[in-house]
T-cell receptor, first 113, second 110 residues
Framework: NAGVTQTPKFQVLKTGQSMTLQCAQD?????MYWYRQDPGMGLRLIYY???????DKGEVPNGYNVSRLNKREFSLRLESAAPSQTSVYFC????????????FGPGTRLTVL | RKEVEQDPGPFNVPEGATVAFNCTYS??????FFWYRQDCRKEPKLLMS???SGNEDGRFTAQLNRASQYISLLIRDSKLSDSATYLC???????????FGKGTSLLVTP
């Protein structure tokens, strides 16, 4: 099992460009999450999907959209990247219940110039 | 006030030492508690859940004090491989979000 995989690992964008971060899990988990991690800020939840077909906003959703493509895949889209979106993005998944352990992907390091 | 607060450290300790980290949380209705470990430029990984009665996993002991709203992690006989950032994580009583502390940095030296 690969667990949670993310692509790309690194990305540099110019202000105003768009891109989609991909995430997939092979653990048959129901719930998936997108976080961002900034120096001195800790991890903050952007969006989550409690189950296939549902998505909800987290703490910092502005500037992002998500798609739960199927049970395995959960993508994060930046429509018009801004320098403030320079961060490390982690995708995570859990079985489904809110108290379950979350398993994280290796992260995408995004720089917006 | 941030929901989960930790001393960022760094804690520099020699091999074999015992070190303890504390974490405080603001939401008294929080439901679940965890310690995650994050190595430099890597993803967070669950170290252990924290139960009301306290729990131990090898050299690691976690304690929860609901009355004072703090969680602790004790590491005995520190190893070089314990060097990492330790994240205190609290799950509120509703919703799916986890609240992460900013982490405590530990460096174990020879």
């Amino acid at each position: 099992n690969a667990g949670v995989t993310q692509t790309p690992k690194f990305q540099v964008l110019k202000t105003g460009q768009s891109m989609t971060l991909q995430c997939a899990q092979d653990m048959n988990h129901n719930s998936m999450y997108w976080y961002r991690q900034d120096p001195g800020m800790g991890l903050r939840l952007i969006y989550y999907s409690a189950s296939e077909g549902t998505t909800d906003k987290g703490e910092v959703p502005n500037g992002y959209n998500v798609s739960r493509l199927n049970k395995r895949e959960f993508s994060l889209r930046l429509e018009s990247a801004a320098p403030s979106q320079t961060s490390v993005y982690f995708c995570a998944s859990s079985v489904g219940r809110a108290t379950d352990t979350q398993y994280f992907g290796p992260g995408t390091r995004l720089t917006v110039l | 006030r941030k929901e989960v607060e930790q001393d960022p450290g760094p804690f520099n300790v020699p091999e074999g030492a015992t070190v303890a980290f504390n974490c405080t949380y603001s939401n008294s209705a929080s439901q679940s508690f965890f310690w995650y470990r994050q190595d430099c430029r890597k993803e967070p990984k669950l170290l252990m859940s924290v139960y009301s009665s306290g729990n131990e996993d090898g050299r690691f002991t976690a304690q929860l004090n609901r009355a004072s709203q703090y969680i602790s992690l004790l590491i005995r006989d520190s190893k070089l491989s314990d060097s990492a950032t330790y994240l205190c994580v609290v799950k509120p009583n509703s919703g799916y979000a986890l609240n992460f502390g900013k982490g405590t940095s530990l460096l174990v030296t020879p």
